[in-house]
């Protein structure tokens, strides 16, 4: 007897595609990979960025961001460490929200643009969390105890 569910078989059977982990998890990391190759490639406009954030030693601030969003990218794509990969990239975005979105302090326009980015970003670090819990969960007993 199969368990019920309210996911369509088709919809499960894509669900069960050995490489949609994986590829999800590429996806999602996808905007920090680009974002820290150009930090890379441009390093002084990358220092620029954080010193306009108010972020200082900017150039420390820069190469931490490449360090991060680079190495956080690869432990999640490849599935080592990912609490590890995700963890770093979720502290850089909260970090990014918090002085870059700041909705707080605009009125009109510009307060619905970075309030949609703030809560935008906010999803990401989300993402982040459940990809960190698949893979737990697929890699390990350790939730099999608890977690239904």
């Known amino acids: ?18 490489w949609l982990l994986p590829i999800s998890r590429a996806a999602l990391v996808s905007a920090f990979l680009i974002g820290g190759i150009q930090k890379l490639v441009d390093f002084p406009a990358a220092v620029a960025e954080q010193a306009h954030f108010g972020l200082e030693p900017a150039w420390l601030w820069a190469a931490a961001a490449i360090v991060v969003e680079l190495g956080g990218s690869a432990l999640v794509i490849f599935g080592r460490w990912v609490w590890l990969g995700a963890g770093g990239l979720g502290v850089l975005t909260a970090v990014a929200m918090l002085t870059a979105n700041d909705f707080w302090t605009k009125t009109g ?23 960190s819990l698949l893979h737990l969960r697929e890699k390990s007993a350790l939730c099999k105890r608890r977690i239904p």
């Not at 996911?7 to 669900?15: D, M």
């Not at 906010?122 to 969390?129: E, H, M, T």
Request: glycine share 4%.
């Open 1 to 18: 007897m199969r368990p019920k569910t309210d996911t369509p078989r088709w919809i499960a059977a894509i669900f069960c595609w050995p």
């Open 109 to 131: 326009q510009d307060r619905f643009m970075e309030t949609n980015a703030f809560f935008e970003h906010l999803g990401l670090v989300a993402g982040l969390v459940v990809i």
